[in-house]
């Protein structure tokens, strides 16, 4: 088998959260719409002061939004501490047959067509492999700037 691209390296709690936030970003600004909607077709009519009205409109739909944040910080919290430490340690062999990531604890292997989409940040390469299924890769794992691009674009031509 040959492997175009092969990457490792340990994957933090901060890459955990921010891919969490990049999926979970759409719950949240559903949360701060649907407190502004509460507000506006609930407080608005009522007798309270117009200060408490517009109040209430920038401080429910926060709140709400941080709200889901927590729930979204401590999940992931949770969820990697609950893991053994070795599964962080990850290897993954991007090819032409598909994707592969190795840990002591797992393995799995997807081929192109399963990769829905992909996401490309300033810190990390997200792969969507299924419903609630996401491949991450830190650019930290690169081993210099040009493999780095030269891996991304292979994503993309495979995408």
Known sequence: MNVNFRVEGELLFRDYLKAALLMGKKLILFQ???GMTAVL?????SNL???TKWISFVLYPTIGGLLVFL????????AYSAVDKRFHKKTIEIEEKGISYR???SSA???WKDVKKA???KEFVLLSVGANQALLIPRRFFQSHEKEEMCIAFIKNHI
């Not at 077709?41 to 009519?45: G, I």
């Open 103 to 105: 840990s002591e604890s």
């Open 109 to 111: 292997h997807f081929i």
């Open 49 to 51: 002061s117009e200060s």
């Open 71 to 78: 729930l979204i910080f401590f999940r992931e919290k949770r």
């Open 41 to 45: 077709l609930f407080m608005f009519p």
């Open 119 to 121: 996401v490309f940040r």
């Open 32 to 34: 701060v719409v649907a």
